[in-house]
């Protein structure tokens, strides 16, 4: 069927297409008599706006772009989430395309969100992304930027990141107070600056405890795979370890399962702390203690600074967010009483 318009309206009832387009507006100009009329004719019609037409008009989308490493990931779904109920309440419309972790396929989500026609774009980069000038190609067009817990240092846009350094400070802080002394690190790519706040925080923790820095003991590694693997690779050297502090989950668990297999005891022999709050955390068995991420909150509010941007409600200089994060202890550490978080 034929769409109904503002035109086949204004025909039936002998008006002009102006009058029909005022009066759904609830324009004071038109009478509650000529209102109702229309509003009758408009739902006998199905009759149904054409934002597209309307948004060409006011040279406005009402689209933000939004670029991110993995769709599937529990926290990145965690993020979109938050974005989009924000975009939804503003009346706007979110895209969303997935670098998989490349950059080349990162440089062409880039063309693919400029050629939306995007008012604004949210991005978490990928571990490979140490160029960043594809994403000087928003602010050539005056498109605002926000990126979130991924952040390219000294990039010209708002940023909204959590506490990383002193979650890690405070994971690793735990684990020492649990009776730890030889405590892993997994560690995150160089290229992230997430990574390397996790480090610091767990340099810290080591320090202030007096605890020497073993190099052998801080591997990267931020996978399942790559968890289970290097776990094995310690035991079989026979390098001495009593606790683990991961940069996530994934590697956590990888590391939990080798130590089973293993025949050693969670967290009796060894303490394990993951980051994030993954679904993975919760299924394990034991459950593993983490780093609770609030990746809702993060894309809640890394929306909400982006569309202040867009309608011109924040202006000038470019400002960072921090989003607190919390422990979660769970059954992978033993109890440490009056912990101070």
Aim: hydrophobic letters at 35%; glycine letters at 6%.
């Amino acid at each position: 069927m034929k769409r109904a318009t503002i035109k086949d309206i204004a025909k039936i009832l002998g008006i002009s297409p102006s009058t029909v387009s005022r009066a759904l507006k609830d324009h004071p100009d038109i009478s509650e008599e000529t209102k109702k009329r229309v509003i009758e004719i408009a739902h006998k019609l199905n009759y149904r706006p054409n934002l597209i037409a309307q948004r060409l008009k006011q040279k406005r989308t009402y689209t933000i772009g939004v670029i991110i490493p993995q769709m599937v990931h529990y926290f990145f779904s965690s993020v979109i989430s938050g974005i989009e109920d924000y975009a939804y309440e503003k009346g706007y419309t979110v895209i969303i395309s997935q670098s998989n972790e490349k950059y080349d396929r990162e440089k062409n989500n880039v063309n693919i969100i400029l050629s939306s026609g995007a008012e604004g774009v949210l991005i978490s980069r990928t571990k490979e992304t140490t160029d960043f000038s594809h994403f000087m190609n928003f602010v050539d067009y005056d498109i605002p930027v926000v990126f979130f817990d991924r952040i390219c240092p000294n990039f010209p846009a708002d940023k909204v990141v959590v506490n990383d350094e002193i979650a890690a400070y405070q994971a690793t802080k735990y684990l020492i107070q649990s009776g730890c002394k030889h405590i892993v690190h997994f560690k995150g790519p160089n290229s992230l600056v997430i990574s390397h706040k996790r480090y610091t925080g767990y340099i810290e923790a080591l320090k202030e405890f007096k605890i020497p820095i073993d190099p052998n003991l801080i591997i990267e590694c931020d996978s399942f795979e790559k968890g289970a693997q290097v776990t094995q690779e310690l035991l079989d050297k026979g390098i001495p370890f009593d606790g683990l502090f991961a940069v996530n989950d994934d590697s956590a668990a990888g590391a939990l399962v080798t130590l089973q297999k293993n025949g050693i005891k969670v967290p009796e022999q060894v303490s394990i702390f993951g980051y994030s709050n993954s679904i993975i955390s919760r299924v394990t068995s034991p459950m593993l203690s983490t780093v609770e991420q609030p990746g809702y909150e993060m894309g809640y509010t890394a929306a909400h600074m982006l569309i202040d941007r867009i309608e011109g409600k924040t202006t000038g200089k470019h400002r960072s967010e921090v989003v607190s994060t919390r422990l979660v202890i769970r059954e992978t550490t033993k109890p440490v009483e009056n912990f101070e978080f």
